[in-house]
């Protein structure tokens, strides 16, 4: 229905901008010297998922896979631009602080569990509309791999009973 569909073009739109900000991440990352590895970060934003999942009416565990894809795809995508120095003029460089930037990751990840939760009310995620959010969800350095691997964690989110 239409419902479903707008959740969709949401879902679409967010994990795009969590995998393109990635790039101020690494240029903040690059800036100042610091590891594109986080894990006392990670932790949080496993911590955070976990709490919005619970308030969002999502099995707990059922989130960690697909957040931790995120993250994998995140540092991924960092490594790439830190590979090739910046050299794609895709997007205009920002100077955001690293304590901003997370606050948007953590309304992002927020949106997208709430989102997958509205969504899975009337059903599980069927194969066309899999294919729907592979076909829209484009950032620079995800490889189609990354991709499929955000799309099939994400499939194994489920609701809580
Ligand atoms: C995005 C960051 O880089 C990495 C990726 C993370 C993520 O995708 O949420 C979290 C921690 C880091 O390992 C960050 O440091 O905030």
């Known amino acids: ?11 679409s739109l967010i994990l795009t901008e969590r995998m393109q900000i990635m790039r101020d991440v690494a240029a903040y990352k690059a800036k100042y010297h610091l590891p594109v590895e986080d894990l006392a970060r990670e932790e949080k934003v496993l911590s955070a998922a976990r709490n919005t999942a619970h308030e969002a009416g999502l099995e707990p565990q059922s989130v960690e896979p697909f957040i ?20 794609q003029p895709d997007l205009s460089v920002t100077d955001r602080c690293l304590d901003g930037i997370r606050q948007r990751i ?7 569990l709430m989102m997958i939760s509205q969504r899975l009310r009337t059903g599980h995620l069927s194969y066309s509309e899999r294919a729907w959010l592979a076909e829209k969800t484009a950032s620079p350095n995800l490889t189609e791999a990354e991709k499929d691997n955000l799309l099939d964690t994400m499939r194994f989110i489920q609701r809580a009973e």
């Open 106 to 112: 953590n309304e992002l990840d927020k949106h997208l």
């Open 68 to 87: 931790s894809a995120l993250m994998n795809a995140g540092k991924a995508i960092q490594y790439r631009y830190l590979a090739d120095g910046f050299a």
């Open 1 to 11: 229905g239409a419902s479903a569909s707008i959740c969709l073009n949401a879902l």
